[in-house]
């Protein structure tokens, strides 16, 4: 009788700090939030997601009246940011804009080094953006086609190509694109992303990289870089002449990326509805969209956190399917 009386006591005494607990984040939901709120980015300042992630924040901040920080860690291909998201407290204090590579491909591909798992540690909030890509080379390469360069790839010296890392979804698609050529190139990843490639393939440094247009639709209008091919479904009306990569031959290949906004796991439910309510206010509103449409990126948002949850899961999959299909080296 004792000990059965000793576990229902426990029992009472469990409840009612669960229910403390579960009070205690209810309250904070309620007044969320009441002191700055920090962003993580996982890569250097300089490229979409990153351009991304401010205009987030400083709509976020009007909207809150609170200041939302950006805090850009970059490297190991995310994991970095992945970490210091994933075991943060779970009081919608810390945030992460996040993207296909870091929140989708690193589940399968850094499976054995990364310690935390996206999907399990971190949790999607809504989609934010979806945005179009191009194949680059370098200005002076002699060729203005994916085509003639599959030709000339095949007698000149070794090439090289970037991207923003391992088994980014740059490094993923340029790698897929190459086994369809027949040709190989050396593969430089660069942890800081666009703001480290660009840089790069203007030089020479690297001769091909798939960029998002956004980044670099300046240098491509300098002549700084040269289009091949456009990721998107239709040629940009901002370059007519650049066709598609099914008109080029290569249908199937390349990745628009998106980007969404995601937070700790274990986040209360309520917080984070309120947190993707507010982000669908200030993504919506037409100040957004011509805002990031005037740097070719599209608004695309999720209904609800289990709809995005849905998405990304699904991308998850894929990225795996294409991994162990092309049997792509990590190393």
């Known amino acids: 009788m004792r000990q059965s009386g000793l576990k229902h006591g426990l029992r009472v005494i469990a409840a009612v700090i669960a229910c403390n607990f579960l009070s205690v984040f209810a309250q904070a939901a309620e ?35 609170y200041q939302v920080v950006v805090d850009n860690r970059a490297g190991g291909s995310g994991a970095i940011a992945l970490e210091t998201v994933a075991r943060a ?44 890509h191009m194949f680059l080379s370098n200005a002076t390469l002699p060729v203005a086609s994916l085509k003639q360069l599959a030709e000339y790839a095949k007698t000149a010296p070794r090439m090289a190509y970037g ?22 190139m050396t593969h430089i990843p660069y942890k800081g992303g666009a703001g480290q490639i660009i840089p790069a393939i203007i030089s020479n440094e690297v001769q091909l990289t798939m960029l998002n247009l956004a980044s670099t639709l300046p240098h491509i209008r300098a002549g700084r870089m040269k289009p091949l091919a456009t990721t998107w479904p239709t040629r940009r009306v901002e370059f007519p002449d650049v066709p598609t990569m099914a008109e080029s031959g290569y249908p199937g290949i390349g990745t628009n990326a998106w980007n969404g906004l995601f937070a700790p796991a274990r986040l209360p439910p309520a917080l984070l509805a309120q947190i993707h309510a507010a982000t ?14 005037k740097q070719l ?10 709809e995005y949850a849905k998405f990304v899961n699904e991308d998850v999959a894929k990225w795996a399917a294409v991994i162990r299909e092309n049997n792509i080296s990590l190393d």
């Not at 990126?297 to 289990?306: D, G």
């Open 31 to 65: 007044k969320f939030p009441n002191r700055p709120v920090r962003m993580i980015v996982p890569y250097a300042p300089g490229g979409a997601t990153d351009i991304v992630a401010r205009q987030v924040a400083q709509r976020l901040a009007e909207y809150w009246g």
């Open 280 to 293: 669908l206010k200030v993504m919506d509103s037409p100040e957004m969209k011509e805002a990031l449409g």
């Open 297 to 306: 990126i599209s608004v695309v948002t999720s209904r609800s956190p289990a």
């Open 163 to 184: 991207s923003a890392g391992i088994a980014s979804y740059p490094h993923l698609d340029v790698a897929r694109l190459l086994k369809a050529m027949g040709i190989e």
């Open 89 to 132: 407290t779970p009081d919608g204090y810390t945030l992460m804009v996040g993207n296909v590579s870091t929140n989708a491909i690193a589940e399968s591909a850094f499976a054995k080094t990364l310690s935390i798992k996206p999907s399990r540690d971190l949790a999607p909030v809504t989609n934010l953006i979806e945005i179009p």
